[in-house]
């Protein structure tokens, strides 16, 4: 299986002295929608940041990033050239980030600008091929409809899924979602992780979404990776974190995750993995552990 993501040794200290990130080592295989969970402050935005090399991680050690064979960053450096490397990785934010004065479209037009030349994008100057590309990925999200309007005129959920139709015109085959459902509704919530799974599944996009609630990354993930204070501390079957789980991975902090809702699912309604999900035979919680050991 081709690795779409190759984390090595990957630190990250705040100043301060605060280690947001400790030695973190994770390969992430080519199609695969893997969560990243955990209390907040546990590492999960840093880490997403770090792999679309936003963010560079400390220089000591070997702190190296792999995008599909290509360099992100290694030993605190990003890469030379990573801008055509983050023109393959969409990263759809929780706060949206789109510019609320312009009309929607040009919005997710915006996932174009990697092979634009600069003053087609300035003068909004799009071809007829390129608008037909952004109304596609506007009806694939469901809010083609919204077009014309003004961002600012969407809803939070709106505006979510006009932000995954930027990385569909983009082109990406790496898709990093930073809490995309932490401030949504219940029925936007999951029409915006429906959306992303579809996404897995018919573009065979590899997808990392960092989530607060747990039964969220059950439901949709077959994968989950656990973060806490900044190390990797569970890799494994979604399916094996119980309760009791999460009560030895977190101790007290545990209490804080298990309270959370997520709108969409129960943690004790532990339905059957999505058809399109696929992932070894679920090991034990403790076997799971130990293979971070």
């Known amino acids: 299986m081709v690795t779409a993501i190759s984390i090595k040794g990957l630190s990250k200290t705040f100043p301060g002295g605060r280690k947001a990130l400790q030695e973190v080592n994770l390969d992430i295989r080519a199609g695969e929608m893997v969560a990243l969970i955990g209390a907040s402050g546990s590492g999960k935005s840093t880490l997403l940041r770090h792999m679309a090399g936003l963010v560079a991680a400390d220089g000591s050690g070997e702190g190296l990033i792999q995008v599909h064979g290509r360099t992100v960053q290694q030993d605190g450096k990003i890469a030379a050239d990573i801008r055509q490397t983050r023109a393959g990785i969409g990263f759809v934010f929780q706060q949206f980030n789109l510019v609320d004065r312009l009309p929607v479209i040009v919005n997710v037009l915006a996932g174009t600008l990697h092979r634009v030349p600069m003053w087609r994008s300035l003068m909004r100057w799009f071809t007829s091929t390129e608008l037909a590309c952004g109304n596609s990925a506007l009806?694939?999200?469901?809010?083609?409809?919204?077009?014309?309007?003004?961002?600012?005129?969407?809803?939070?959920g709106q505006q979510q899924r006009a932000a995954i139709a930027r990385a569909l015109v983009q082109g990406a085959k790496v898709i990093l979602?930073?809490?995309?459902?932490?401030?949504?509704?219940?029925?936007?919530?999951?029409?915006?992780?429906?959306?992303?799974?579809?996404?897995?599944?018919e573009d065979q996009c590899t997808v990392v979404v960092s989530l607060h609630q747990v039964n969220v990354a059950i439901k949709y993930c077959a994968r989950t990776v656990a973060l806490h204070e900044g190390r990797v501390v569970y890799d494994g079957p979604s399916v094996a974190l119980t309760p009791a789980l999460l009560r030895?991975?977190?101790?007290?902090?545990?209490?804080?995750?298990?309270?959370?809702?997520?709108?969409?699912?129960?943690?004790?309604?532990?339905?059957?993995?999505?058809?399109?999900?696929?992932?070894?035979?679920?090991?034990?919680g403790a076997a799971a552990i130990a293979r971070l050991a």
């Open 248 to 284: 030895e991975l977190y101790g007290a902090d545990a209490d804080d995750i298990l309270s959370l809702g997520d709108h969409i699912s129960s943690l004790q309604d532990r339905k059957p993995a999505l058809p399109h999900l696929v992932w070894p035979a679920p090991l034990s």
């Open 177 to 201: 979602a930073d809490e995309p459902i932490a401030s949504l509704d219940p029925e936007s919530s999951r029409k915006v992780m429906d959306i992303l799974a579809r996404v897995n599944q």
């Open 139 to 156: 009806q694939r999200v469901g809010i083609e409809d919204c077009s014309a309007q003004r961002a600012s005129t969407l809803s939070g």
